[in-house]
Nanobody, 123 residues
């Protein structure tokens, strides 16, 4: 499975970015697709995820600002990030896979990771 992420960059606080992640792989390997982020010396954290049935998980601190969506025909997941804040600055990683139940798969990391894409929000 290959995950190709794109869309990071530098933006001012209050601005927006859209991350994309295109996947190649089987349906089981892309059962859940999501975005995680990491800042130096911190653990990687889940931002948002979406299952093949459309069920989603969104981290509380980004609810109302970030939206995750999926194009099943293109096997691509998107993270629309609006009203960005300085604390959203991180390397964002695309992730996919399946581990157990739908909920377990939504909140836990799948087996496959894409390369990170840097998001920097200037205040």
């Amino acid at each position: 499975v290959q995950l190709q992420a794109s869309g990071g960059g530098l933006v001012q606080a209050g601005g927006c970015l859209r991350l994309s992640c295109a996947a190649s792989g089987t349906s089981s390997s892309t059962y859940v697709m999501g975005w995680w982020r990491q800042i130096p010396e911190k653990q990687r954290e889940l931002v948002a995820s979406i299952a093949s049935n459309g069920r989603t998980y969104i981290k509380d601190s980004v609810k109302g600002r970030f939206t995750i969506s999926r194009d099943y025909a293109k096997n691509t997941v998107y993270l629309q990030m609006n009203r960005l804040k300085a604390e959203d600055t991180a390397v964002y990683y695309c992730n996919s896979g399946r581990s157990g139940s739908i909920w377990q798969s939504l909140v836990g990391p799948g087996h496959y990771w894409g390369q990170g894409t840097q998001v920097t929000v200037s205040s």
